[in-house]
C-alpha cells in the first residue's frame, strides 16, 4: 500500500532513540524527507546515519532541546531552510521519573511539563499555522498509554500525558477545517531503552507488567513506527482527534 507520503516533510522530535527514531525510521521508508533532533549530538549523528543507510531518505539532523521553545523555533526555522516547509510534526520527548507523588518536587513538575507539554505547545505554534495554510498536515504526539489507564508509580507522567491529550483533542478541532489532522498515540509497554531504565533487571516488575498485557509480550518500536506512518498517510484522512493506544491491549477502557 502507497502511503502518500512520498516527498513529504516529517518533523520529529527526540528522535535519536526509541519511539521517536521507529517514528523517523518509518516514515523516512514511506520516502518522506526527515528532520530529526535530540539533545545528544553524538547519538543524534547516529540516528541520523542510520536513517540514511537503512531508508536512502534525505535527513536533516540537529542538536535540539526540546524543553527550550527558543531551540524549537530556532529548529522548525532551520527545517524551512532546508525543505521548505513541514508537513508532518511528530511531537515527542522523554518521560519524567518514575515515582510516587509523595517523592516528588515542586521543580521535577516543572521539569515534566517543559518537557512533554510545553514542548508540544512551542512546536504546535511553530508548524501548524503553515499546514493549515496549506491545507495538509499531520501533527502527532506521542504521549502513553498513561493517558487512558494511569500507571502506578508514574504520576508525573499521568498528569503532564494527560494534558497533552487534551491539546491535541483540541488541535484537532481547530485544525480541522484545514485538512490538518491532529492525533495523540498512547504507547504501551515497548521494548525500548526507556523501559529498560523503569524495569532495570527486575524480573518481578517484567513479569507483572507482562501479565497485564493480553498479547502477553512487550511491544516493539517498529510497531509502534508502523502505526505512525499510518496516522500521516493519505489512508488516515478521515482520522483526527483520536489518542490511540498502541499497547497489545493493556487499556481495560471502551475508550
Sequence with gaps: MDFGLKGKVALVAAAS???GLASALALAAEGARVAICARDEETLAQAAHRIRAETGAEVFAEPVDVRSAEHLRA?????HAQF???????????GPPSKPFRETTAEEWHAAVEANLM????????VL????ERLWGRFLSITSAAVKQPMEGLVLSNAVRAAVAGLTKTLANECGPYNVLVNNL???FTATARLQSLAGDNSEVRGRWLSQIP???FGTPEEFGATVAFLCSEQAG???????AVDGGLVRGLL
Excluded at 529548529?75 to 527545517?79: G, H, N, Q, T
Excluded at 514542548?119 to 511553530?126: F, M
Excluded at 499555522?129 to 493549515?132: D, L, V
Design 84 to 94: 521548505g516547509h513541514i508537513d508532518i510534526c511528530i511531537a515527542n520527548a522523554g
Design 238 to 244: 478521515y482520522i483526527t482527534g483520536v489518542s490511540l
Design 186 to 188: 498512547c504507547p504501551g
Design 119 to 126: 514542548s508540544t505547545v512551542a512546536l504546535a505554534r511553530e
Design 17 to 19: 532513540k526509541g519511539l
Design 75 to 79: 529548529f522548525v526555522s532551520a527545517v
Design 129 to 132: 499555522p503553515g499546514m493549515c
Design 215 to 217: 498479547l502477553g509480550r
